[in-house]
């Protein structure tokens, strides 16, 4: 067994083969002097089956709040001491933020509810919403409403939605620390669905919640497994009144040696930094980050939380001379 | 403004300085006059917080 980094190279970078969930541990084990070393590798892997483009997304809440699971890291969970109420965003704010989001150049607008499942309002809600933002912006609409019947999939495919959001939130020998009210397998269900609607599958999940390295190497084979179109990157922002509230934030280095973990076990995925990036990276982890193999950003806010102003980080991708993608392009 | 709009505490109670620092990269969730929680929507480029009894204020 050689070391890690020149097999990643061969394997990864010359062949286009993602590493196995047992090479992803030696990876997320490599030294902080050879981080550098690493991060350069998955910049060249992202950018020789990825293409040099970074594809921008913006996001907003439908349904913020009330809802009924006990993700541990959420703050929208009803069953938590969160301060975060409930409230459902209507339709003209809801095309403002798309035409806000469009704006920025962005390619991608997510639709997001905090919900187990959809139920009819919130279908009708989202299909109104749909035909509202089409009407006045050329945007690619994507959403994340929870766990989805054949039915739902149909629908929303149905609707034009071209991209759905599905964490797999944590390994699946995790994550029953992180979520009790419905299972790994119920998660990995609605994925697949999706995956075969022929709607594109975006399916990240969260690190830094207090999983063992083999476990996050074990997400990310997870979902290699899935071939997702899309993973985003999600560093725990750890919130007050929630059961991770008071967890330390992840270390940058290991932030970042888990990004290029991510992109060498996916060399042809969007891989997307998303929430918590700012807190765990900060403004030079996130340059690092991006040239580590990070492919695609989220603009502006979060679901509950600031992002970093959209003019950051765009000015940050002109400084580092990435293009962002452009619609009707798909990386 | 009598209440950290983070914590809800009295502004009064302790400093508020970790308040003031989380408050960069969160709307305010408490009303700073009554404390009532209030009702937040984030936008991708803002975001607006209601008081039942106080109005709205936004970024």
């Given at each position: ?331 | 403004m009598t209440f950290c709009s983070?914590?809800?505490?009295e502004l ?19 009303c700073a006059e009554?404390r ?24």
């Open positions: 067994m050689g070391d890690i980094v020149d097999v990643a190279r061969e394997q990864v970078l010359e062949r286009g083969v993602g590493l196995s969930q047992e090479q992803l541990v030696e990876v997320l084990q490599t030294t902080d002097d050879r981080l550098p070393e690493l991060l350069a590798l998955a910049h060249e892997v992202r950018v020789k089956w990825c293409g040099e483009e970074i594809e921008v997304e913006g996001i907003i809440s439908l349904k913020t709040g009330g809802c009924p699971e006990d993700c541990h890291f959420c703050s929208q969970s009803g069953q938590f001491t969160s301060p975060v109420r409930a409230v459902w965003l209507n339709i003209p704010e809801l095309v403002q933020a798309a035409q806000e989001t469009a704006a920025t150049g962005a390619t991608e607008f997510c639709i997001v509810a905090a919900v187990r499942g959809p139920d009819a309002r919130l279908m009708s809600q989202v299909k109104a919403g749909i035909e509202a933002i089409n009407a006045a912006v050329e945007i690619n609409i994507a959403c994340s409403l929870g766990m989805l019947t054949q039915e739902q999939v149909d629908e929303l495919k149905a609707m034009g939605v071209h991209r759905y959001n599905h964490n797999l939130e944590s390994a699946r020998s995790y994550f029953p620390d992180v979520v009790t009210t419905h299972s790994f397998e119920e998660r990995w269900e609605t994925c697949l669905m999706v995956r075969e609607s022929g709607m594109e599958l975006c399916c990240g999940g969260l690190v830094g919640m207090g999983e063992s390295l083999e476990q996050r190497a074990e997400l990310a084979a997870q979902l290699a497994e899935l071939e997702p179109h899309e993973v985003p990157l999600n560093f725990l922002n750890p919130r007050p009144g929630t059961p991770f509230g008071d967890m330390e934030v992840m270390d940058g280095k290991d932030a970042l040696r888990t990004i290029a973990a991510f992109r060498l076990a996916m060399p042809r995925t969007v891989l997307r930094y998303a929430g918590g990036r700012e807190l765990t990276l900060g403004d030079l982890g996130t340059r690092d980050g991006l040239l580590g193999g990070i492919n695609a950003v989220i603009v502006g806010n979060y679901l509950t939380t600031l992002g970093r102003p959209a003019t950051a980080d765009l000015d940050l991708l002109a400084e580092l001379k990435m293009p962002v993608k452009e619609l009707q392009k798909t990386l | 983070h914590c809800g505490r009064t109670d302790g400093s508020h300085e970790s308040c003031r620092q989380a408050l960069v990269m969160e709307p305010p969730r408490y009554c009532r929680r209030m009702v937040v929507q984030v936008h991708p480029m803002g975001w607006t917080a209601r008081c039942s009894a106080h109005g709205t204020v936004q970024s």
